[in-house]
């Protein structure tokens, strides 16, 4: 799937960059590079019993979340004090701890209703304390933890009361008497971080079911965050970005016109430019009629920019790889002929040296001379060597 990020420019305008393998291209920017963000999963709705009213709310915030706003303060901290009036919490917390080489660290992703003084205090406990605290494991969260959202008095139910010091750190930040309701939003198998809140009442069902419908668009991002960049974001960072996106990655216009493109990304137009666009465009539909991302193949995140018009980010499924993808990168990487190049394509998928001279229409000792040639100029003394190089150092 192409992740379609919306981004959004200060006086620039609106762009959109799509994460494919390789780098992204703008009229506006030389190629730089990228990181690639994940897909988010879509949002059921009907299995979480929310009321009309709380779907429209869910899909406006995730909408905000899946919006990076070049230039301006972070999403998060702008839909912070919104969430928690919504979600009716006293207070609001998304942090995720950072592990240094000994200690974990605070790292406040963002927050409402809590003081500088309560977070110090929960940063020199969490560096002072094992690993493991809170009912979770940072470092491998359990499975049935994994983006699903939880209670504390169920955790207590389920895994014993809390440790001492967490007691002491919940009355020492003024939490002591708050129920908590919480999700651990991960990547796989690792944590991108802690999502939720406290108050001073009983959280009910329907509160567990509109938290939960965010993860999603928490989950993604988060880590766009992650592999992008924290904080103010400008134009040169995300084409920057791109490059190290391991999947075609583009930024386009409302329209799926491509701006912006890494080096995989441009080998996908240059293979076949109206394919891609239309592929482009179907997922741009599709993203105005469904929940997050859930757009097919292509993986979209909004890209806001102030005073701008509508651009998105859109990454191209990797796999399965074809080599045709890669044959401008090689073309810049090594000094091949055209010829070259179609050899070391064959190569690539593994054809025999009878099979290339068919595949090509020549003799079987004329393609020996042209894979010889291509391992020369690639600096590869065997064929399996250039194929690794074809598909690692591209």
Request: glycine share 6%; with cysteine.
């Amino acid at each position: 799937m192409i992740p379609l990020v919306r981004v959004t420019y200060p006086k620039r305008g609106t762009g959109v960059a799509m994460l494919m393998r390789g780098t992204l291209r703008s009229a506006r920017a030389p190629y730089r590079e990228f990181h690639t963000p994940t897909r988010a999963q879509p949002v059921h709705f009907a299995s979480m019993r929310l009321d009309p009213d709380d779907e429209r709310s869910v899909r406006r915030f995730s909408d905000a979340l899946c919006t990076i706003r070049i230039g301006r303060p972070s999403t998060w901290h702008e839909v912070s004090g919104e969430l928690r009036r919504w979600l009716d919490f006293d207070r609001f917390l998304v942090y995720a701890p950072a592990f240094a080489v000994d200690h974990l660290e605070l790292e406040v992703v963002a927050s409402d209703g809590f003081s500088k003084l309560a977070l110090g205090e929960f940063g020199v406990m969490l560096a002072s304390s094992p690993f493991r605290f809170g009912y979770y494991d940072p470092l491998r969260p359990e499975p049935w933890q994994r983006d699903r959202v939880w209670r504390v008095s169920d955790l207590e139910r389920k895994m014993g009361p809390p440790s001492e010091s967490l007691q002491d750190l919940h009355r020492r930040m003024g939490v002591a008497e708050m129920d908590q309701l919480r999700g651990l939003v991960c990547e796989g198998r690792a944590l991108l971080a802690w999502f939720g809140g406290l108050a001073r009442r009983e959280f009910t069902a329907r509160d567990k079911a509109r938290l939960a419908a965010l993860v999603s668009a928490a989950r993604s991002r988060l880590a766009l965050d992650r592999h992008v960049a924290r904080g103010s974001t400008t134009e040169a960072a995300l084409a920057a970005a791109l490059e190290t996106i391991p999947a075609p990655a583009l930024v386009v216009g409302k329209q799926g016109r491509p701006l912006l493109a890494n080096s995989a990304g441009r080998g996908l137009l240059e293979a076949d430019r109206a394919a891609a666009t239309a592929q482009l465009q179907a997922a741009l539909r599709a993203r105005k009629k469904c929940a997050v991302n859930d757009t097919g193949c292509i993986a979209l995140t909004r890209l806001d920019v102030h005073g701008a018009g509508e651009h998105w980010l859109a990454v191209f499924p990797r796999e399965p790889r074809d080599p045709a993808l890669l044959r401008a990168a090689a073309k810049r990487r090594w000094p091949l002929t055209e010829r070259q190049l179609d050899v070391l394509q064959l190569l690539a998928r593994g054809l025999t040296n009878r099979a290339i001279s068919i595949t090509l229409g020549c003799a079987e000792g004329t393609a020996e001379l042209h894979v010889s040639a291509v391992l020369a100029r690639m600096g590869a003394e065997s064929r399996a060597e250039a194929v690794a190089k074809f598909w690692t150092e591209l």
